[in-house]
């Protein structure tokens, strides 16, 4: 069956550190991979998109990996402040469609 | 407006009667998703629009569930005869006509069925 694995287990550091969350999937062959940012009581908001024949892609403090041969991306943030606390869901294109994981909460302490 | 706009932002129901949830996407997106997310869950798929195209009803838990998007903008999301299983969050989110392309998100109406 198709999966799409995020640690389900709150990540807590500490602020300046940096944080680095991790998207595992299982029979998808996806273009694209997507992460989003959701907050409480809200819809999620994109960050960043990269493609099946990129390594990595950066934005800022924001850095994605995406290996199609182990099935993983990464997630980091540098340099974290607590206004980076929210939960970072990852979303996987294919056949047309976003397939998203159950997100992991990242707690950034001051 | 500036964002895709959901109403209502929350619905409490009793069990066995019918529910419409309302997406209002961002002007000139014509693709448009709904997914559900229960507590502490991911999103799950419920269905897709696409320009003048069928739409992708795929996942869509039961025929109880239903959607329609008319003249490729607003879209309503119809449950019949809710279930207390069916309370969760129902996120809509619309995009561009581009492969891969983000998806930008309301808010979300949270259902409650008593």
């Known amino acids: 069956s198709q999966k799409i694995e995020q640690n389900s287990e709150a990540l807590n550091i500490q602020e300046g550190k940096t944080a680095t969350l991790t998207c595992n999937y299982t029979?998808?062959?996806?273009?694209?991979l997507q992460w989003y940012r959701q907050d409480p009581g809200r819809g999620p908001v994109f960050l960043l998109l990269?493609?099946?024949?990129?390594k990595e892609k950066r934005k800022e403090r924001l850095k994605v990996t995406f290996d199609t041969t182990l099935k993983q991306s990464l997630f980091h943030i540098t340099a974290s402040q607590p206004a980076d606390s929210a939960t970072y869901l990852c979303?996987?294109?294919?056949?047309?469609?976003?397939?998203f994981g159950s997100g992991t909460k990242l707690n950034v302490k001051p | 407006g500036a964002g895709v706009s959901q109403s209502p932002s929350n619905k409490v129901t009793e069990k066995g009667k019918d529910v419409e949830l309302r997406c209002d996407p961002i002007?000139?997106?014509?693709?448009l998703y709904w997914y559900r997310q229960s507590l502490g869950q991911g999103l799950e798929f419920l269905i897709y629009?696409?320009?003048?195209?069928?739409?992708?009803k795929s996942g869509l838990p039961s025929d109880r569930f239903s959607a329609e998007r008319t003249g490729g903008s607003v879209s309503t999301l119809t449950i019949q005869r809710t279930q207390q299983e069916d309370s969760a969050v129902y996120l809509c989110?619309?995009?561009?006509?581009?492969?891969?392309?983000?998806?930008?998100f309301g808010s979300g109406t949270q259902l409650s069925v008593l």
């Open positions: 989110a619309s995009s561009l006509d581009r492969v891969g392309e983000k998806l930008f």
């Open positions: 029979n998808y062959s996806p273009a694209y």
């Open positions: 990269i493609r099946e024949n990129e």
């Open positions: 979303a996987l294109y294919n056949f047309n469609k976003f397939y």
């Open positions: 002007s000139g997106h014509t693709a």
């Open positions: 629009f696409q320009g003048n195209s069928a739409p992708d």
